[in-house]
């Protein structure tokens, strides 16, 4: 599934969200200089930003056709995963992971951002938590499991608490602290709102892990019934983000 969001990297990258400036802010003033990796670069959404911040920015990207959107853009990739892509006697100032931790190894993915740190250098791992509303959800959750009863997917809660991301994001601060390598890791939470058209939530949906390695049929049928949903909204509603980081000082 961590290869498949390049089906439709153009998709992809019109449709998901940036990361807050004050988060991008924050990481690049609180590191020693401005070299970053990218780990799991993706279509270069975070790495363009940081880009924009005045950084130099290197993604790692294991999906061919991602690392072929963002190189389009500019951006420098190399395709490997993390752990088995080889930094060359690189080292760099921040690593960030932009919405890609949990496709690798977190144990092995931060000792190896260690390796390439320099001193006092800052491992940046984020995300963002979006939940749409519950006439959305719902509707949402019964379509995906009518559609795609055989799926570890189906069995999820319409919506989870926002306290299931943070434990995870603590789970990271843990296994940072098992490698001994940083100090101390800090949790860092940044709420946003953004408002979606009945099309543009229709337009993201098909990007996000659980419905891209769907059938067209499939897709459709859970498509149209979210899109039934929005429209007795009114044909839009507004989404709450909350964007959260783990972070730490070589």
Known sequence: MAESFGTDAEGY?????????????QIVAGSPGRDVLDVGTGTGIAARQFQAAGCTVLGVEPDKRMAGFARAYGLPV?????????????TFDTVIAAQS??????????????????????????GHVYEPP?????????AYRRTVPDSPFANLQARRPLEAYQAAYAKIADTIRETERFNEPEQWRFD??????????????PTTGALTRLHP???????????????TLG?????????LATTARA
């Open 13 to 25: 990258d019109q449709a998901r969200p940036g990361y807050p400036d004050a988060l991008v802010a």
């Open 217 to 231: 049929g499939q897709l459709a049928d859970i498509l149209d019934a979210v899109g039934t949903a929005i429209d």
């Open 78 to 90: 190399e395709v490997a995963t993390f752990e088995a892509w080889d930094p060359d006697d690189r």
């Open 235 to 243: 044909g839009a509603f507004t989404m709450h983000y909350t964007t």
């Open 192 to 205: 946003w709102d953004r408002s979606y058209t009945r099309d543009q939530w229709l337009t993201l949906l």
């Open 101 to 126: 931790w949990h496709w690798i190894d977190p144990v092995a993915g931060a000792v190896k951002a260690a390796q390439v740190l320099r001193p006092s250098g800052r491992l940046a791992i984020f």
């Open 134 to 142: 519950i006439e959305v959800a719902e509707p949402f959750a019964a």
